[in-house]
């Protein structure tokens, strides 16, 4: 079958570029999840799942929110959603990147621009793809940049509704946006901001709300809740108006089974723990603060250090992956990233400080890469 041939040779090309991809389980402590909280398998989260249960709530939909889907747990955590992150409303759907594409998709329109920082994630690309706004990208976090192409697309006779499309800590990067500027760019310009808070939710901010948390702009956020919050799904929060759209035109939400009510019971638990306790924030930024330390000591990574994503360029593929089997391989769960993930020339080892790693094993990680980058050398 011409079919089979064609994506057997695919994928014999992409193992000659040390770019196929394989599922491989976890391997020692936890340097590569999103888990930043630790939540994921803790006993609070556990308890908490509990408590639902025994109230009785269901562990499926059903159905789409539109049909019999729609539970008072989804309209509980929406309420408690807006209300936690200074929204007038907020929309639950299945993940990130479903909501991400219900965004760029839906709301811009035919006439519109997109203008996106170059390092976005895939699935607002995706999303773009979907919709019928134009879209330009400018240089990462260059607010310069931003304004020129804003500028060059109006001056060629552009005249629609401008969305800036931006994260506010960025995932392979670890740096965070520049959101004060891009914030005054936005009102200069009547634009609306779109920031993803998928790596900040629950790490940065007041009570975990995210670094976009009190800009001047129209702001529209997405708060991913299977990073930081331990569970799974997405949360759309903005003007009313926009959420009204997104449930009468979004693609992705119409069509979509909806999530499960106990998974919004449970965000719904992190939401008020985060709440009520900073102890989780504040723990997780210890552990940043001590893994920035520790990078700098050990000379491992070099460069700014902002987040709680330490990106280590080797550039290499094979040797990227090697190093990373090579710390698995000694109980540190670390993995390579490579094209097209990255740009080309920049593989990398992306160490995720989460909350399921202590300082001590902090520091055991960047002195044992350490001790591998000299071997190497």
Known sequence: MKALGRLNSMLETLGA???RRVLTPRRGLDFASNDYLGLSESAW????????????????????????????????????????????AALFMG??????????????????????????????????RMGRADTRAFAHNDVADAR???ADWLSAGGSGQIWIAVESVYSMEGDLAPLNALSDLAVEQEAVLVVDEAHATGVFGPHGKGLAHGLKAEVLTLHTCG?????????????????DALINRARPFIFATAPSPFNAALVRAVLAHLQSDTGLTEA??????HAHAEARRNGVS??????????????DEARTMQTAAALQSQGFDVRGIRPPTVPRGTSRLRVSITGNVSQANITALFETLAHQQSEAA
């Open 17 to 19: 570029r040390h770019r």
């Open 45 to 88: 989260l556990q308890g908490a799942a509990q408590k639902a249960l025994d109230r009785g709530v269901p562990l499926g939909s059903g159905g789409s929110r539109l049909l019999r889907g729609n539970h008072p747990e989804h309209e509980a955590l929406e309420a408690e959603a807006a209300a936690f992150f200074d929204a007038e």
């Open 95 to 128: 993940g990130g990147f479903q909501a991400n594409q219900a965004i760029f998709s839906t709301l811009p329109a035919g006439g519109d621009l997109i203008l996106y920082d170059d390092l976005v994630h895939a699935s607002a690309h995706e999303g773009m």
């Open 148 to 150: 020129r192409v804003i």
């Open 227 to 243: 990073k930081g919050l331990g569970v799974s799904g997405g949360l759309i929060c903005g003007p009313r108006l926009m959420i």
């Open 284 to 289: 997780a930024n210890a552990r940043i603060h």
């Open 302 to 315: 070099p460069g700014a250090l902002n987040s709680q994503i330490i990106p280590v360029i080797l550039g």
